[in-house]
């Protein structure tokens, strides 16, 4: 076996008769000579099939072209990664060096027919953490992208009816950069939000519960529903696929925003026309029980501050990163439930016996567990002897640790998708500036254009 040669440089200047006992490989104008012999070892590769193979066709299937003059079989690969492979007929050892990209690298050694169990233990278990960290990565970016894309694309609105307007619609809803009356839509959307989530913070207290105040505040949401229910019907009607804008979650946070208020009146007017039941008794016990699902149904309208996440590019990095850490945020609520059931255990064990002791059996002791493991430590319990105090010392020091474990993890992972979702967010924007930029251009050059023909004509 020969060493590496510039194949566009230098011929195969050897006898016909040695050509018989070697393989003229040439991979990407690099020649390489390979002995007949001992690529005949491997005979499941691709080498080791053209060193075995008589018949000439089976050959010519194997590479991409053959040069009778030379005796010379070429390939359209890349030469820099078929150095290895070449190392490999040598020693009989694949080796693998970081600096390689894992996908290219498997793609090759797929293409000539060489696994991985050449490679040695060491070099083969720090390229498979490579490839695993490299799939990672590129699943998590197949993901952001999806996350970036728009819920509906603009050539999906070519061919429906009505496409034309309905594509407006939706760049006046969806898209906050296409125009300054869809980036003041969606500034009235946060600012209803945040009106609604205010009038149904002040409903509860005590001095807005008279008749005026009362009053007030029923207008306000009468007023923050009709918005809501006016932004949900246009994304309805705007959509190109309903059973997409029906399975899209900002869209059934829309639907769970505005569906308290109508429910409401609906039990409100069934109350008031005593609709449900006739006799006294049982419409005094229908107006309780409508009362308590009146309330579940009003704390529904907490749900419409997730609205925000369609215009915050904060809380929808937020949403993405539980999503990619769900593994890591289950692992922790684990442990911390290990912690609770240990030292709630624990500190009845050595408290249950003191007199006056609120450590009476391991459930009670639940909540002084998971206050000090979250390090808060309201104080309301409190061990009183040595042993009781000295659990506790270990149960803060261990919410220590465990706090500060994912911390790091999830603000890294938090971190990156907010700059990738910041620098699309400024780019479309970016790109919609440039557009109208170009497009006032064009405009004004276009009333240039009839300005000076009208003058022309004048003149004539």
């Known amino acids: 076996m020969q060493n590496v040669t510039d194949g566009n440089q230098e011929k195969s200047n050897a006898p016909p008769q040695q050509n018989r006992y070697f393989l003229n490989i040439n991979v990407g104008g690099t020649s390489f000579r390979i002995a007949c012999k001992v690529a005949a070892r491997y005979p499941v590769t691709r080498i080791g099939k053209l060193a075995i193979y008589t018949d000439p066709m089976k050959k010519l299937q194997l590479c991409d072209d053959y040069s009778v003059q030379r005796n010379e079989y070429y390939f359209d690969r890349d030469p820099f990664v078929f150095y290895y492979i070449f190392h490999f007929y040598q020693s009989g050892v694949l080796w693998i060096m970081d600096e390689l990209c894992p996908a290219n690298f498997v793609e090759e050694i797929e293409y000539w027919g060489i696994h991985l169990r050449y490679s040695q233990q060491c070099c083969r278990i720090l390229f498979e953490e490579k490839q695993s960290e490299l799939n990672e990565y590129?699943?998590?970016?197949?993901?952001?992208?999806?996350?970036?894309?728009?819920?509906?694309?603009?050539?999906?609105?070519?061919?429906?009816?009505?496409?034309?307007?309905?594509?407006?619609?939706?760049?006046?809803?969806?898209?906050?950069?296409?125009?300054?009356?869809?980036?003041?839509?969606?500034?009235?959307?946060?600012?209803?939000?945040?009106?609604?989530?205010?009038?149904?913070?002040?409903?509860?207290?005590?001095?807005?519960?008279?008749?005026?105040g009362k009053a007030c505040m029923e207008q306000l949401e009468a007023i923050c529903a009709v918005f809501f229910t006016s932004e949900y019907l246009m994304r309805l009607i705007s959509t190109s696929s309903f059973q997409k804008f029906l399975r899209a979650a900002f869209n059934v946070v829309d639907m769970l925003a505005i569906l308290p208020f109508y429910i409401q009146i609906l039990f409100e007017y069934l109350t008031e026309g005593d609709i449900l039941y006739h006799e006294e008794l049982h419409r005094m016990k229908s107006v309780s029980k409508l009362g308590k699902v009146l309330k579940l149904i009003k704390l529904l309208r907490i749900f419409r501050i997730l609205k925000l996440a369609r215009h915050s590019t904060g809380l929808r990095a937020f949403g993405f990163t539980i999503r990619q850490c769900y593994q890591q945020v289950c692992c922790l609520l684990l442990f911390i439930a290990m912690g609770v059931f240990t030292f709630s255990a624990l500190m009845h064990s050595v408290e249950h016996d003191v007199p006056g002791t609120n450590f009476t059996s391991i459930p009670?002791?639940?909540?002084?567990?998971?206050?000090?493991?979250?390090?808060?430590?309201?104080?309301?319990?409190?061990?009183?002897?040595?042993?009781?105090?000295?659990?506790?010392?270990?149960?803060?020091?261990?919410?220590?640790?465990?706090?500060?474990?994912?911390?790091?993890?999830?603000?890294?992972?938090?971190?990156?998708?907010?700059?990738?979702?910041?620098?699309?967010?400024?780019?479309?924007?970016?790109?919609?500036?440039?557009?109208?930029?170009?497009?006032?251009?064009?405009?004004?050059?276009?009333?240039?254009?009839?300005?000076?023909?009208?003058?022309?004509?004048?003149?004539?």
């Not at 970036?148 to 307007?165: D, I, Q, S």
């Not at 969606?186 to 005026?212: D, P």
């Not at 309301?380 to 270990?394: E, H, I, N, Q, Y």
Request: contains cysteine.
């Open 138 to 212: 590129l699943k998590v970016q197949r993901e952001l992208e999806a996350e970036l894309e728009p819920a509906e694309r603009e050539e999906e609105f070519e061919g429906k009816c009505l496409g034309g307007f309905r594509k407006a619609v939706w760049n006046l809803i969806e898209n906050p950069y296409s125009s300054i009356p869809a980036k003041i839509i969606a500034i009235m959307s946060s600012f209803f939000v945040l009106i609604s989530i205010v009038s149904m913070t002040l409903s509860t207290v005590e001095e807005m519960q008279h008749k005026t």
């Open 364 to 460: 009670d002791a639940w909540w002084w567990a998971a206050v000090s493991l979250s390090t808060v430590g309201y104080g309301d319990t409190v061990p009183d002897t040595v042993l009781g105090r000295m659990v506790a010392f270990g149960c803060i020091s261990f919410g220590i640790i465990l706090n500060g474990m994912p911390i790091s993890i999830l603000y890294n992972k938090f971190s990156d998708y907010y700059a990738k979702l910041k620098a699309h967010e400024n780019e479309t924007s970016l790109s919609a500036k440039l557009g109208k930029k170009i497009c006032f251009k064009e405009r004004a050059m276009k009333k240039l254009a009839e300005c000076c023909c009208a003058d022309t004509h004048i003149h004539h």
